[in-house]
Every structure is written in structure tokens, then in C-alpha cells.
């Protein structure tokens, strides 16, 4: 991408999208364009249309998305479903219509089968049933990856969708009822701290294994697939057998227990753990082959504990700014 490429990074606000636009500035993209929910709302097709008529984005990165942890997906199916088909689908059809020369579609790793061999491998989607608990949002995100397939094929565009395992970062959601894990134990053992609890609550049995990454990794990783050449990244996109899917992770995995325990020393919390087993686990393992990643030349830069670290320093910051633009006050009922 030219420096001065126009570039459409959808869902600016959110933890991927603020990574990303972070991620082009350092590098000293001068286009960068960006719309809040409130100026632009993807699932309003019309208002979609007229965007990309009036600012022709040459690129685009679409990590505009209803997103959650394991609590918000299990009880808000409907709008996982039902926005993120939505957003997607006005996105990916308006960069068509209007010339877009790459597309970047961001996933998750929850679109791969429950019961899938490990480490997983891109060509697994499909082969077997879904997690019940993100069915809905995972079904949404495999739409979008068939999407942009199904218009490569037929239209000649060049769209790859992009497959992150769990993402923690700045900016996190830090609410306990829609959070994901990370930013749900940050909190949880700060306050504990500070109220010199002695013990704090996790959900399900601390067993499941999760692979973590560092946003601003994975924001490098998204421009360095949309600045691949053109043999490397028409090799990923036009394929009629393989779907224009990779995915970004670390390629290792540890225990919701381990993990707590790495966040309470990070924290500087010492009571004791308690795992409330009435909530789900969610499934058991999804860590993520990134193979694929590494044969292009692309690695993560940020180990967990470091990621961890920074992530609880930014935690801290926004508290006590009381910043309202932070996803930190959105609270969900
Ligand atoms: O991060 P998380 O909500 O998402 O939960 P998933 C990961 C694991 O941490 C689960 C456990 O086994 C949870 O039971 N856990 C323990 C907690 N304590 C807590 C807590 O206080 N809060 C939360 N949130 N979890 C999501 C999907 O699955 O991952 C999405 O629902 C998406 O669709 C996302 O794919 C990346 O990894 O289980």
C-alpha cells in the first residue's frame, strides 16, 4: 500500500480497529479513513453505499464487529448473528461495487470446530460441529470468510479473511458481564486488591487451554498480509480450493488456571482462586497452526507476561481518566 492509499479501517474504535489505525500511523499511512458508530452505521446498507461512493477507499479493513466473551455470545445470540451478518455483508458487497484492491475480513478462532485436532490448521473449517456457546457469532464469521471467497471467484477481487486466536490489548472491553477472559482478570483482581479481598472468582473449571496475542501484533500482522506481493498474496486469494484464510496467532496455549496465576502475580494480587464451575468452559482448546503466518515471514513480537504487563499499566490509565471514549465505560445491562 502507497503511503498515501486510501484506507478504510471499519470498526476504529473497537480493539482491533484502534490497534490497526495505531499500527498504519506509526508507519505513516496519511489516509486513514475512520467513521464512529454514531457517523456510520454498517448495518444500515444505504448509509454503507453512500460512504463508499462519496470516500472510495482503495483498501479496507472490516474488524467492525458485535463482539464478546464466552457470557455476552451465550446470551446475546441473536444480535451476534443477526449485526455481524449485517455489517459484513454491506462491507464486502459496497468494497466490490466500488473497486476496493484488497480487503482484509476479520475473524476469530472460535469459526474452527470444537472437537478439531490441534494445533488447527486453516483447511479444518468446516470438517466438524461448532462450539455451542459462539455458534451464532462463529457462524456469522464463516459466512463472511465464504463471502469473500465466493465474490474472489466470481469477480476477480482479491478479499482474505483474517482468523486471530484471543486478543487482549489497549482499549480493552473491561466490563464483566460482556468482557473475554484477560481484561475479566485483570479487573477482577485489581478491585480484589485494592479492597484487600482474599479471594476472587473464575469462571468454569480453570481447564480449557487458550493461545492469547497482543493487538498491536496482530495489527502489524494484518498490514503485513495487506502489503504482501502480488504473487504471495494472490497465491492466498485466488485459490478455488482453498478458502483466502489465515490465521494469526503465537502458536502456543495455556490453562485459564495458568493464566490466572500469571495475571495475579502481574497484578500483584496473593489471595486465593476460586473457580465457579456453574459457568461454561467453552471449548476445551483452540490453538491455532500459524504456519501459514510464518512461511510469509510474519511472527509475534510480545510475550504474554510482557503483553500482560503493559495491557494492566493501560487498565490502570484509563481508570484513573475515566476516559469516555473508552470501550472501559461501556457497561452492558
Ligand atoms: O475469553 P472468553 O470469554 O472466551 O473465555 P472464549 C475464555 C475462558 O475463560 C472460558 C474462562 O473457559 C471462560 O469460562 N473464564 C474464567 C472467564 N473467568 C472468566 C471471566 O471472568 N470472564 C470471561 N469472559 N471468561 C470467545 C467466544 O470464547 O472467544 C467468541 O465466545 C470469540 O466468539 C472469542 O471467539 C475470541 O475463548 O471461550
Known amino acids: 500500500m502507497k503511503k498515501n492509499a486510501r484506507i478504510y479501517v471499519a470498526g476504529h474504535t473497537g480493539l482491533v480497529g484502534s490497534a490497526i489505525v495505531r499500527a498504519l500511523k506509526k508507519l505513516s499511512y496519511q489516509t486513514i479513513l475512520t467513521r464512529s458508530h454514531q457517523e456510520l452505521e454498517l448495518t444500515d446498507q444505504v448509509a454503507v453505499a453512500q460512504f463508499f461512493e462519496s470516500h472510495k477507499p482503495e483498501y479496507?479493513?472490516?474488524a467492525a464487529a458485535k463482539v464478546g466473551g464466552i457470557y455476552a455470545n451465550s446470551h446475546y445470540p441473536a444480535d451476534f448473528i443477526a449485526q455481524n451478518l449485517n455489517i459484513q455483508s454491506n462491507v464486502i458487497h459496497q468494497a466490490k461495487i466500488h473497486g476496493v484492491k484488497r480487503l482484509l475480513f476479520l475473524g476469530s478462532s472460535c469459526i474452527y470446530p470444537r472437537e478439531c485436532s490441534q494445533p488447527i490448521k486453516e483447511e479444518y473449517l468446516l470438517s466438524g460441529s461448532l462450539e455451542p456457546t459462539n455458534r451464532p457469532y462463529a457462524l456469522a464469521k464463516i459466512a463472511g470468510i465464504e463471502m469473500c471467497w465466493a465474490y474472489n471467484r466470481q469477480y476477480g477481487t482479491q478479499y482474505l479473511a483474517a482468523m486471530?486466536?484471543?486478543?487482549?490489548?489497549?482499549?480493552?472491553?473491561?466490563?464483566?458481564?460482556?468482557?473475554?477472559?484477560?481484561?475479566?482478570?485483570?479487573?477482577?483482581?485489581?478491585?480484589?486488591k485494592i479492597a484487600n479481598k482474599e479471594e476472587v472468582e473464575i469462571w468454569g473449571t480453570g481447564t480449557p487451554r487458550r493461545e492469547f496475542l497482543y493487538s498491536d501484533d496482530l495489527a502489524e500482522a494484518c498490514i503485513f498480509l495487506l502489503n504482501l506481493d502480488e504473487s504471495k498474496y494472490s497465491a492466498l486469494v485466488s485459490s478455488e480450493t482453498q478458502a483466502p484464510l489465515v490465521n494469526v496467532g503465537c502458536g502456543e496455549d495455556i490453562t485459564i488456571a495458568e493464566l490466572a496465576n500469571v495475571i495475579a502475580s502481574v497484578v500483584g494480587f496473593e489471595g486465593k482462586i476460586n473457580y465457579n464451575t456453574a459457568m461454561p468452559d467453552g471449548t476445551p482448546r483452540k490453538l491455532l497452526c500459524v504456519e501459514k503466518m510464518q512461511m510469509l515471514g510474519w511472527q509475534r513480537k510480545t510475550n504474554l507476561v510482557d503483553g500482560l504487563k503493559i495491557a494492566y499499566q493501560e487498565y490502570m490509565q484509563y481508570k484513573?481518566?475515566?476516559?469516555?471514549?473508552?470501550?472501559?465505560?461501556?457497561?452492558?445491562?
Request: charged letters at 25%.
Open 60 to 62: 479496507v479493513v472490516l
Open 320 to 333: 484513573q481518566e475515566k476516559k469516555t471514549d473508552c470501550n472501559i465505560l461501556n457497561e452492558i445491562s
Open 164 to 192: 486471530p486466536t484471543n486478543l487482549y490489548g489497549p482499549g480493552d472491553n473491561y466490563d464483566l458481564k460482556s468482557s473475554h477472559v484477560i481484561p475479566a482478570l485483570i479487573r477482577k483482581m485489581h478491585e480484589a
